[in-house]
């Protein structure tokens, strides 16, 4: 199963966003990861969605929208625009009416994600399986600035049961993406888990000590490296 590797773009240097998108692209990286928040379901806020528009525009990498809100179809139309053959996420908390809000996403020709939190039961995956096109299991609080957490027992288990569930469901194609302290370990674990994305952050390629493109191409080449 192909894994895919999703920058988050929260976590580039905003004033110098084209020049990232960039070399994430040469870098060979799979998606561009756009978190959308509300500070209603959050406790901070991230990136506009209008400048969705802008980033779809400067790279050829599909975009992976995750919005973090009690109404996301409020920002639907600044982005199913600009996610054709992308995903884009909305959380399984607090939401009503998410067939609904799935078929909006699919009618735009973008793929349908479902994000949890990391307490969230799966039940919402279970309900819904047949159609999701990716699960979005968040390793930490979505929103919440707080100290990093390292996948355990708890969470390798989370992922297994959540890639068992699709599988079940005939969506064996169906996408399980880690978000959330993707460090190289925790990717590795959560890859022999089941998961097949990741989102990568500060605790993978955005280091202060080494060039983007020189992150990007390290972490994947080491990441891969047991399954040479």
């Known amino acids: 199963m192909k894994n895919y590797l999703a920058p988050s773009l929260m976590c580039c240097d905003l004033l110098n966003i084209g020049r990232d998108l ?12 756009f978190d959308i928040m509300d500070t ?39 982005v199913l625009p600009y996610c054709a053959g992308g995903y884009v996420g909305v959380h399984a908390e607090g939401l009503r009416h998410l067939p609904y809000l799935f078929e909006q996403i699919r009618q735009s020709g973008a793929k349908v994600g479902l994000a949890l939190n990391a307490s969230t039961p799966l039940t919402y995956v279970e309900e819904n399986a047949h159609l999701l096109d990716m699960v979005v299991l968040m390793n930490v609080l979505a929103g919440v600035t707080g100290p990093r957490k390292d996948i355990g027992k708890h ?46 952050g500060t605790a993978s390629i955005f280091r202060p000590d080494v060039p983007l493109r020189q992150a990007c191409q390290d972490f994947r080449k080491t990441f891969e490296e047991e399954d040479a």
Request: zero cysteines.
């Open 40 to 78: 209603t379901f959050t406790t901070s806020t991230m990136l506009p969605a209008m400048m969705l528009k802008k980033v779809s525009a400067a790279t050829s990498m599909p975009m992976d929208v995750h919005i973090m809100s009690v109404t996301p179809e409020l920002y639907f139309p600044q």
């Open 155 to 200: 969470m390798e288990e989370r992922i297994r049961r959540t890639r068992d569930i699709l599988n079940r469901a005939g969506r064996t194609d169906a996408i399980v993406s880690l978000d959330g302290n993707a460090s190289l370990r925790n990717s590795r674990l959560a890859r022999q888990s089941g998961a097949n994305a990741f989102v990568l």
């Open 22 to 33: 960039k070399d994430l692209e040469q870098s060979g990286m799979d998606w561009v990861h």
